[in-house]
């Protein structure tokens, strides 16, 4: 993934100036030891010119992060810890914070051994509050040494996302499809997340693709084409034209992305793209999705934006589906029952045209595409990439700002079943527990467009966290209730 930021964490220990500094700086060196241990020791930094115990410490280890080239931080309570200077670092820090704190090591040593980080933990957390600063904190954050290195390792994609997000733009191309209002993109939320956007018509993108006319370097974009597709290239005549498209829009971002590092893509594919364009453009967004810079369909900028968040949660190529259609009884009858632990109504069909990347489909061919094939000539349709999605575990998610500029999300994990789907497109069988509820009082409920975009993986508890830390209450996070946990607007009596 070239598009999403490399996290670098900053280890900052703190002390409470009445507690002996020995205890911050010997548990400081053994999380330090622990992590490089276990994970990637290119992750951290430890911040060695203090540990902190008043504001002028605070500042010199900014100073110092901030010189190592930190995009994140921990703070470690080595002991209890000074409640304002710890928390004034991550105020002061252009950032993610995680908090943790050190657990006592051993009865053997519980008097000016015992560092009280456990009781300290409580006082950060009220302090943070105080200064309304969202600060990650885990679901139990005091642990050894060896268990606070996995809570870092924990931040790591969480961290990466939010880093990501306030260097991010997205680039949109012409307003929604007629009909497409369930794609509605009030920008506010964009800004106040830290992304930029830049709205553009159709009309300056088909300018830009027709300047890309006989570009030299589109022989080459087709033999790569060519040798991603093999015997899956069942229409070459469109080769040419969609790498034509595809340098056109990688042009775009590095014209267009100014100050920003990272960018995702959204653009209007129908209903007059393919008569003016001569082609669809599914095939190129997949291609770019799988090189880290997600390509929703129909605008759809919240749902960009979401698979934005899951490549940098997942390190991985996403997808954007469709919430599509269910399973027929005989196929949940003939391929599943008895097979999988999962009921009928926990099943359905994710579909999109063709915008998945090739190495997240079992096979595929990229050929016409059949919906508007219906209504369109045929040779104007060609550029879609079908195949079924490859089984395994799935995420699926999304961000979602209402239309009174309120963030909301939901998360589910499930998996992709081996289960042929018999049908056209980017799709798969899809099972997630209590899926049937989920869908009745989260996803209809909540009002969210039929657009979910997919992790491959299991990310829930990352994606749940990266949205509490960028300001999604938890109230407006959904989840896939087990069968004993009502949904507020679920009928008692049903």
């Not at 002028?56 to 080239?69: R, S």
């Not at 992305?257 to 453009?281: D, E, I, M, N």
Request: contains cysteine.
């Amino acid at each position: 993934m070239n598009n999403i930021p490399k996290v670098k964490i900053g280890i900052v220990a703190v002390s409470r100036d009445c507690f002996p500094e020995s205890l911050s700086v010997n548990r400081r060196k053994a999380l330090v030891d622990a992590y490089k241990a276990k994970y990637d020791a290119e992750d951290i930094y430890e911040c060695p010119v203090c540990i902190v115990e008043s504001e002028i410490h605070m500042v010199q280890a900014l100073e110092d992060v901030k010189a190592a080239g930190c995009n994140a931080l921990v703070v470690y309570l080595g002991n209890f810890g000074p409640e304002i200077s710890e928390t004034l670092l991550a105020k002061h820090f252009d950032g993610p914070a995680m908090f943790i704190a050190a657990a006592e090591e051993s009865q053997n040593d519980l008097s000016d051994g015992r560092g009280d980080a456990y009781c300290g933990m409580l006082n950060a957390s009220y302090n943070l509050k105080l200064r309304n600063i969202r600060a990650y904190i885990p679901e139990y954050p005091v642990g050894t040494a060896a268990e606070c290195a996995d809570m870092i390792h924990d931040f790591v994609p969480i961290a990466r996302a939010v880093v990501g997000l306030k260097n991010l733009k997205i680039i949109s191309f012409g307003p929604r499809p007629l009909n497409f209002l369930a794609c509605n993109a009030p920008i506010k939320q964009l800004y106040n997340l830290g992304v930029e956007i830049e709205e553009n018509s159709e009309l300056d993108l088909f300018e830009a693709f027709n300047k890309h006319a006989g570009d030299p370097r589109i022989p080459d974009v087709v033999k790569d084409m060519e040798n991603e597709l093999g015997a899956g290239n069942k229409k070459p005549e469109v080769l040419a034209k969609l790498a034509q498209y595809e340098l056109t829009l990688l042009d775009w971002v590095e014209a267009h992305k100014g100050y920003r590092q990272y960018v995702a893509l959204t653009s209007k594919c129908w209903p007059a793209f393919q008569t003016q364009f001569g082609f669809v453009p599914c095939y190129v967004n997949s291609r770019l999705t799988g090189r880290g810079i997600p390509v929703s369909c129909e605008v759809d900028i919240y749902g960009t934006l979401s698979e934005f968040i899951g490549t940098c949660v997942s390190n991985d190529v996403v997808t954007l589906l469709d919430i599509n259609n269910s399973v027929p009884d005989d196929m949940y009858e003939e391929a599943i029952k008895g097979k999988f632990d999962y009921t009928h109504k926990d099943t359905f069909m994710g579909f999109h045209c063709g915008n998945t990347c090739s190495s997240k489909l079992t096979s595929f061919n990229m050929k016409y595409q059949k919906i508007m094939a219906r209504s369109l000539p045929v040779e104007v349709t060609n550029g879609t990439l079908e195949g079924d999605i490859v089984p395994g575990d799935i995420t699926f998610y999304r961000l979602q700002s209402t239309a009174d500029s309120v963030l909301r999300a939901y998360v589910a994990e499930g998996e992709v079943l081996p289960v042929a789907t018999k049908s056209f497109g980017g799709i798969g069988v899809f099972a997630i527990p209590e899926m049937g509820r989920f869908y009745r009082h989260v996803l209809i409920e909540g009002n969210y467009p039929h657009h979910g975009a997919v992790a491959f993986g299991h990310h829930g508890k990352a994606l749940f966290e990266v949205f509490k830390l960028i300001g999604v209450c938890p109230d407006e996070i959904g989840y896939n209730h087990p069968a004993s946990v009502p949904y507020r607007t679920e009928n008692p009596f049903a």
